[in-house]
């Protein structure tokens, strides 16, 4: 970042939004109790959360259970999952309510009520189970954002099969490893799904994935896209010819509060990604109360549109299980929102009358790029409050959010969490905080936060890591298969604590600001993606010697991925060919935004990649000290290159 940007940020940083009248008044949180009772007893007051958002078949015998870095919550108790999202609001008279108004992209709808999501769940868990799943199994799910994705999911938690979500945008490479990894025995997915006005083929992906996956048995394949598909004799079956023989009742089967929920897979700083692993009760009760107390929700009126995609653990907690948990009517999208036009998340707003927002800052500067003039056609007036998640929102995005969006009336939460910690953590109350813009603000009632020093001393003023004090009941309970990379990565580097990997500032009201990750994870429009993931994906490329990656800012999508590639003799460096062999290995989010071809890369005299110096190159930065160096001159050429780049997309 630029002096001149700091100066900026440091002007924005006075900007304070106090909650309005009124909002306030028909808020369900207006003043600090939450925050007062929490404090006097945070497991204590996740008991009376779960209680009051829960409906349990059976009452835990201790709240919680802390074994240092292993966590329980609600021990001794029994839920299902499903019947907390579904049945118990068609047993409360609900059953007409809108879950879903689908919209998919060609611009079919669907509406889809409680009852019919529970009728379909039912039914669905029913094929599960003829298909020979059995509770503890894993089931792996690569769909489009269409209803049957939360239906699976439901389904699976109905008899207690965990799934693991694979991202639509992964490879079949990505897919193969993460059923190879959860040993998972049926696959659920879709012929294709429409994206940007055409179909991606993800059923022709998942052949691909399943030539080398001995442990699916199964293949249920949701007919979306209508594109031609081979369906494998005996392997493969339609979702519409199974659930039309399907059993329609299907009871929901009380689960121990620490049942195995799903597997959701993220990268970390090494090459595999981790199986990260939620369980039921706390994972519901952060899930529901988060999003009942965070986006302010009044169920019986507010129609709740999150952007993300189900295959993030943003759709799965605050598109599935919150939402649903707390019987909101929410807008389910299937596609991009540059397609037919780019006003299409703003006709979507108005069409519904969607009062509650939620997307991410990547989302809101391309909207920003695309001009004030999109958002204007329509009638936004039914906003009442907007979410933000994924990275650090800068205060021009925000401004840019809260003005055109917003019509400078709707609060902004701006919501920092992760895929480990299952549920927000920091941010806002709406009608309680009062805002800055680029501030995530302060930890939630019940989390601990601090910001420590590299030896892990408090720090109260200033920059800092950002650390979790008390176990929490949505954090993670592992990595799949390896409990040593879980006390290794998240318990190790602060004892007693737990690390994000993020790095935040507290500024002189104490307020918190996430500055991004320290480690050598880029977050690219939102999503974790490691550099030693793309390294090993451009290395295991016949060409290539050796690469660098690096996450360099990016005006759009926060970061962008930059790579230096030395190659072996005899090659040519083929830039398209190296991204399009990363799409192939990882999935094409993962795609390099640029590959420079350089002859060395910058290493100290032991031998490690100084990424800190390419990111500076990357970025455009002067490169003060080089001493260190084996070989200066790589940098100068380096720096050249980078200067003479095309700036921008
Ligand atoms: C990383 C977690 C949580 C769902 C989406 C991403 C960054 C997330 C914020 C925010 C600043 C944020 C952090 C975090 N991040 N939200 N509001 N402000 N940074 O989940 O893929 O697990 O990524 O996203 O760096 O560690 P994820």
Redesign the pocket.
Known sequence: MTDAHAIDSLGWERRTFVPSDAFRSNALVSDHSLYEEASQDFTAFWAKQASELVSWSKDWHTASEWNLPFAKWFVGGELNVSYNCLDRHVLAGKGDKVAFHFEGEPGDTRTVTYAQLLDETQRFANVLKGLGVVKGDRVNIYMPMIPEAAIAMLACARIGAAHSVVFGGFSAISLTDRINDAEAKVLITADGGWRRGEIFPLKHTADEALLGTPTITDVVVVRRGGNEVTMQDGRDHWYHELMAQADPVCPAEPMDSEQLLFLLY??GTTGRPKGIMHTSGGYLTQAAFTHKYVFDLHADTDVYWCT?DVG???GHTYIVYGPLANGATQVMYEGVPNFPGNDRMWQIVEKYGVTLFYT??TAIRTFMKWGDHEPAKHDLSSLRLLG??????NPEAWMWYHEHIGGSTCPIV????????GA?M??PLPGVTTTKPGS?TFGLPGIGTELVDESGEHVERGGGYLTLTQPWPAMLRGIWGDPDRYRETYWSRFSGRYF???GAKLDDDGYLW?L??VDD?M?VS???ISTTEVESALVSHPSVAEAAVVGALDATTGQAIIAYVTLRGGFEGDEQALRNHVAVEIGSIAKPKAIYFTPDLPKTRSGKIMRRLLRDVAEGRNLGDTSTLADASVVNELQRRAAEAPAED
């Open positions: 993220t990268s993300a993030w653990i943003t991410a800052p933000s998640v994924g990275e650090p929102i701006d919501t920092w969490w992760q895929t480990e910690t927000i920091i941010s995530a994000a990997g993020d996430l991004g990750r994870v977050n939102g999503h974790r």
